[in-house]
């Protein structure tokens, strides 16, 4: 098991960056059913006389092949994102239960990285702690409580590892497509994403069905091992 993770553009800093977008509204026998959009994303170092960057224009970017790939491409996006808030909530449900079952000051006592967890208040905050302060909190279980080493996803060291690592790049992903935005890159007009950061800076990243399946593979993984988790706690 791995995620297909999205690469970042590398992006020429000399390049001119553009981002423009149209639409057209769908009628079908005369009712109003949808609207086609067209977000483009141009970079280009081509420069016309007296210096200016050249901006292509041309009919494909307007397409009504490439509107209804927009609608499927938000789709996919927008699945992995929903599913994203499903297993967040599995997540909490299961952490929920663990500390009721486990103090959390012995929790907090088990290591160093564990008495670092103090600052998310668990005992009193745990219904506003992130995703990510979730997935932290979740790997300091696995690491610590070797109660869930019967479970066959967790049962040596190395796929401890790979489900700790897995987690943390499932959820960084997940933020990447819960923020970004969604372009056609010209010429090819494959579809990539504009993530913007706190800080305000921004990065685009390429999204293909190979990482929309991979996934969805991954979230599969994730609710299995936290239901077998699950059940090993119930026998406690």
């Known amino acids: 098991m791995h995620i297909i993770r999205p690469d970042?553009?590398?992006i020429d800093e000399e390049a001119l960056i553009v981002e423009f977008s149209t639409h057209q509204k769908v009628y079908i026998e005369g009712e109003?059913?949808?609207?086609?959009?067209?977000?483009?994303?141009?970079?280009?170092?081509?420069?016309?006389?007296?210096?200016?960057?050249?901006?292509?224009?041309?009919?494909?970017?307007?397409?009504?092949e490439l509107g209804y790939k927009f609608n499927n491409y938000t789709y996919g996006v927008g699945k992995i994102v929903r599913l994203g808030e499903i297993n967040k909530d599995n997540l909490h449900?299961?952490?929920?239960?663990?500390?009721?079952?486990?103090?959390?000051?012995?929790?907090?006592?088990?290591?160093?990285?564990?008495e670092k967890m103090r600052e998310y208040h668990i005992e009193k905050s745990l219904e506003i702690l992130t995703y990510g302060n979730l997935k932290n909190i979740m790997r300091l279980i696995i690491k610590t409580d070797d109660s869930f080493y019967e479970i066959e996803e967790l049962n040596d060291s190395s796929k401890r590892k790979k489900f700790r690592q897995i987690y943390e790049n499932y959820v960084v992903d997940r933020d990447r497509f819960t923020h970004g935005k969604l372009f056609?890159?010209?010429?090819?007009?494959?579809?990539?994403?504009?993530?913007?950061?706190?800080?305000?800076?921004?990065?685009?990243?390429?999204?293909?069905?190979?990482?929309?399946l991979s996934n969805l593979e991954v979230f599969d993984y994730l609710e299995s091992v936290?239901?077998?988790?699950?059940?090993?706690?119930?026998?406690g």
């Open 184 to 212: 056609f890159l010209y010429p090819d007009f494959r579809p990539v994403l504009r993530v913007m950061e706190t800080n305000g800076s921004s990065y685009y990243i390429n999204y293909s069905k190979d990482i929309f």
């Open 226 to 235: 936290i239901s077998k988790m699950k059940q090993v706690l119930s026998k």
């Open 8 to 10: 970042i553009l590398n």
């Open 32 to 64: 109003f059913v949808d609207i086609l959009v067209f977000p483009t994303l141009v970079l280009t170092n081509e420069k016309e006389g007296g210096g200016k960057f050249h901006l292509p224009v041309v009919d494909e970017m307007f397409t009504k």
């Open 93 to 114: 449900f299961f952490i929920r239960e663990y500390f009721e079952k486990n103090d959390v000051e012995a929790f907090y006592k088990r290591s160093a990285e564990c």
